[in-house]
């Protein structure tokens, strides 16, 4: 997470994205551009340098990614807990991290 919004940069925005699965194997991790430029890169806490976001992906493309793998091909209506095909998310700040993402997920798949 990187800020922006004026001169504090006290917006937040995203700026990475990992998900990992329940044997911590990295299955997606990717450099997100925010949609309003980075002011302060929190770089002491979050790690992340002005190079890094350079070349990053749009935050459109990284959302559609991200959901094409939470959802796995199943529809939102038809997400459920148990015997659907969509990711069980597990992780902490889920709600803030998705509204830093502009995704919705039902809160019954996340943990």
Do not use: F, W
């Not at 959802?71 to 889920?94: C, Q």
Request: net charge neutral.
């Amino acid at each position: 997470m990187v800020g922006g919004g004026g001169s504090d940069g006290s917006l937040d925005l995203c700026a990475r994205v990992c998900l990992i699965d329940e044997y911590e194997s990295i299955i997606y991790h990717t450099y997100v551009k925010p949609p309003t430029p980075a002011t302060n890169y929190r770089d002491q806490t979050a790690g992340i340098r002005a190079e890094y976001l350079r070349e990053a992906l749009p935050l459109s493309q990284a959302q559609r990614k991200i959901q094409d793998l939470l959802y796995n091909r199943e529809p939102m209506r038809k997400l459920r807990p148990t015997d659907g095909k969509a990711s069980i998310l597990v992780g902490h700040t889920l709600d803030r991290d998705l509204s830093l993402l502009q995704i919705n997920y039902p809160a019954t798949m996340m943990r």
